[in-house]
Nanobody, 122 residues
Framework: QVQLVESGGGLVQAGDSLRLSCAASGRGFSNYAMGWFRQAPGKEREFVAAISWTGRITYYVDSVKGRFTISRDNAKNTVYLQMNSLKPEDTAVYYC???????????????WGQGTQVTVSS
């Protein structure tokens, strides 16, 4: 069982940066691949980025490539999402999730955080 808590969201202007954190508690964090997803009002939850348990493999949705970076610190049981050059279309609730084996598919993740709001004004 893994519990996940996101933090770091907020209200920023277009072009600004934010770093989201997802702190995990419970057993076996370093065994899990981690993903970041987001959900805007009236839209389905979508994949943003994922990282393997070693940190060697990362996936990104095309719309954030070159702007967002996912990383993890297994010693701190934390995964991060560095978001640069933010755009209004990045506005959403951001969720972190955990599963065994890296994936882009939300339905394949077993554990989810409560989400953190990111709002980007133009």
């Amino acid at each position: 069982q893994v519990q996940l808590v996101e933090s770091g969201g907020g209200l920023v202007q277009a072009g600004d940066s934010l770093r989201l954190s997802c702190a995990a508690s419970g057993r076996g964090f370093s065994n899990y691949a981690m993903g970041w997803f987001r959900q805007a009002p009236g839209k389905e939850r979508e994949f943003v980025a994922a990282i393997s348990w070693t940190g060697r493999i990362t996936y990104y949705v095309d719309s954030v490539k070159g702007r967002f970076t996912i990383s993890r610190d297994n010693a701190k049981n934390t995964v991060y999402l560095q978001m640069n050059s933010l755009k209004p279309e990045d506005t959403a609730v951001y969720y972190c999730a955990a599963r065994v084996g890296i994936s882009r598919v939300p339905g394949e993740y077993d554990y989810w955080g409560q989400g953190t709001q990111v709002t980007v004004s133009s």
